[in-house]
């Protein structure tokens, strides 16, 4: 549920009456302020703004060179974009198994995948929590790989007390309207590279480097000056709407503790969470019975949801690619669905939504 308010009204209402609603090379003055906090705000040297978390990741492969016959390996327990946008860019996704206590990429499955067609690793941080970025970058560095990580649910995270992007050549944020913070629409890269935000940045542009001049190939990937403008009050909220989102959970997890018929979601030693999601776990059981306990929890108005219950590979058009099994993605994308942990909810509500779980738990299903 976007966090919106008269903050965010007053300063379209500003764009609206400058009428500089877009920036010719994709660089308006509200999108530069935008870029400059954003990027002291993930300790980056470099931020992008464009208009759409899948435009960002587009982009990254773009600039790093990723082609036909290319195979980039990713997750495919995550939102379609992340696989999209290599498809998009010709190459080949080649898809991992996951960590079943994060969700996260496998890092011990990524050396298995590599290839001598391999260019590069897109972990992505899901439902809030950083995959391991450390050994994954430790693994692409062994085998001339970049890494490109896709933080697009990760805002507030970190990370061995790093935040998304330190360990990879470029981050990729998404600021859509149910995100930690939003623009609407709208994304970000990321990166300390001189070299790929020298790319980057006309790139979005269509390749200009001044106007009508285009020295290299692009595409129309700027993000208005209205989606950067609310981008900029939604970042000075971003630390307290990511504060109250952990203290539902912590709430939350608390009251859920005892239910033996969930696995909860946890925060390991060394992460921070940034709770965009709060992702429970059946023990047993398949897609049948998790969606009917989601039934019950949206009979008594908590909206609850599943998220990714077609792992990528399985999809139509993504099943040409699949090169190996993946039992631990197949069997957990039957068994999860998410609880309301958004900075909205309050304690009374967090309550009431424990409460239901274990109502609707004790029913035979």
Known sequence: MPQINKEEIQIVSKVLRSRVLTGRLGSG??????????????????????????????????????????????????????????????????????????????????????????????PVDLYGLPAEMDTI?????????????????????????????????????????????????????????????????????????????????????????????????????LPILVEKRRRNSEMLTKELSEVERLVLPTEPKGYKHSWYLYTVRIKEGDAKIRDKIVEGLRKRGIGAAIYYHTPIHLMPYYQKFRMHRLPNTEKIAQRVFPLPVHPSVTAKNIDYIAESVKQVLKRRL
């Open 137 to 237: 970058k430790e693994i692409a560095e062994k085998h001339n790989l970049i890494v490109i990580e896709d933080a697009a649910q990760a805002h507030g995270a970190s990370f061995k007390g790093k935040p998304p992007g330190y360990f990879a050549g470029m981050a990729c944020w998404s600021f859509y309207a149910s995100k930690n913070m939003t623009t609407g629409e709208g994304g970000m890269v990321t990166t300390n590279s001189d070299e790929y935000a020298d790319i980057l940045r006309p790139v979005r542009s269509h390749g200009e480097t001044e106007e009508y001049v285009s020295t290299m190939l692009g595409h129309n990937y700027r993000m208005p000056e209205i989606e950067a403008a609310i981008g900029i009050v939604q970042l000075k909220k």
């Open 29 to 122: 003055p509200m999108t530069k302020k935008f870029e400059a906090g954003f990027a002291k705000f993930v300790k980056a040297k470099h931020a992008v703004a464009v208009n759409s978390g899948t435009a960002a990741l587009h982009l990254a492969l773009w600039v790093a060179g990723i082609k036909a016959g290319d195979e980039v390996i990713v997750p495919s327990y995550t939102f379609i974009s992340s696989a999209e946008s290599i498809a998009l860019s010709g190459a080949r996704p080649v898809f991992v198994d996951i960590n079943p206590q994060t969700y996260n990429i496998d890092p011990k499955k990524i050396e298995t995948a590599v290839t001598e067609k391999t260019k590069a690793i897109l």
